[in-house]
């Protein structure tokens, strides 16, 4: 059975810091590329980042240069890291494989 558990989210203020992690199991991780999506109060499902096989990462327009995703096969987990957050980024974080996605980390920049 496919299992993706995110964690690390929380309250931080205007230009701080995140580190999403996403723990795996069920399958062989290193064999899948990964991504993560969002939704915002009120929105629908946003993509955000994605990382392949051999490790390239691609980001939506609005987080490049701030986010960072990434993927340790020996541990089953993805990250995501978060800098100079801003409220826009305010959103329930999945990390997502195809159909699969966990149950979510919340995220909220606030002052």
Same mark, same amino acid.
């Given at each position: 059975?496919?299992?993706?558990?995110?964690? !690390?989210? $929380? =309250?931080?203020?205007?230009?701080?810091?995140?580190?999403?992690?996403? +723990?795996?199991?069920?399958? &062989?991780?290193?064999?899948?590329?990964?991504?993560?999506?969002?939704?915002?109060? !009120?929105? $629908? =499902?946003?993509?955000?980042?994605?990382?392949?096989?051999?490790?390239? +990462?691609?980001?939506?327009? &609005?987080?490049?240069?701030?986010?960072?995703?990434?993927?340790?096969?020996?541990?089953?987990?993805?990250?995501?890291?978060?800098?100079?957050?801003?409220?826009?980024?305010? +959103?329930?974080?999945?990390?997502?494989?195809?159909?699969?996605?966990?149950?979510?980390?919340?995220?909220?920049?606030?002052?």
């Amino acid at each position: 059975e496919v299992q993706l558990v995110e964690s !690390g989210g $929380g =309250l931080v203020q205007p230009g701080g810091s995140l580190r999403l992690s996403c +723990a795996a199991s069920g399958f &062989t991780f290193r064999s899948y590329g990964m991504s993560w999506v969002r939704q915002a109060p !009120g929105k $629908g =499902l946003e993509w955000v980042a994605s990382i392949n096989l051999p490790g390239v +990462a691609t980001y939506t327009e &609005t987080v490049k240069g701030r986010f960072t995703i990434s993927k340790d096969n020996a541990r089953n987990t993805l990250y995501l890291q978060m800098n100079n957050l801003k409220p826009e980024d305010t +959103a329930v974080y999945y990390c997502q494989r195809g159909e699969f996605r966990g149950q979510g980390t919340q995220v909220t920049v606030s002052s």
